[in-house]
């Protein structure tokens, strides 16, 4: 999904077919970054960076891996029908 919005595409996201959330791509650098940032840091959305991104060592992390057998798929259906 997000490889579809890095190229600028707006992603929708349903739960049994109704739409909950949208993730789109958002203009860091134009003149409205910072009051967007703001809001949604107020709205507790998001919080702020403790420090800047260190990609080298964020992208030299181990990958996660399921336990053999285990499917995505299901682990996420088992999540959402805990929380219903």
Do not use: Q, W, Y
């Not at 789109?24 to 702020?48: K, N, Q, S, W």
Request: charge should be positive; charged fraction near 35%.
């Amino acid at each position: 999904m997000l490889s579809e919005v890095r190229r600028g595409e707006a992603v929708l996201i349903t739960h049994r077919g109704r739409p909950v959330a949208r993730i789109e791509p958002c203009d860091v650098d134009g003149p409205d970054a910072e009051p967007a940032m703001a809001e949604i840091v107020r709205r507790g959305v998001a919080v702020p960076p403790r420090a800047p991104l260190d990609v080298e060592r964020f992208l030299g992390r181990p990958v996660a891996r399921l336990t053999k057998g285990a499917r995505a798929s299901e682990i996420i259906v088992a999540e959402r029908a805990a929380r219903d």
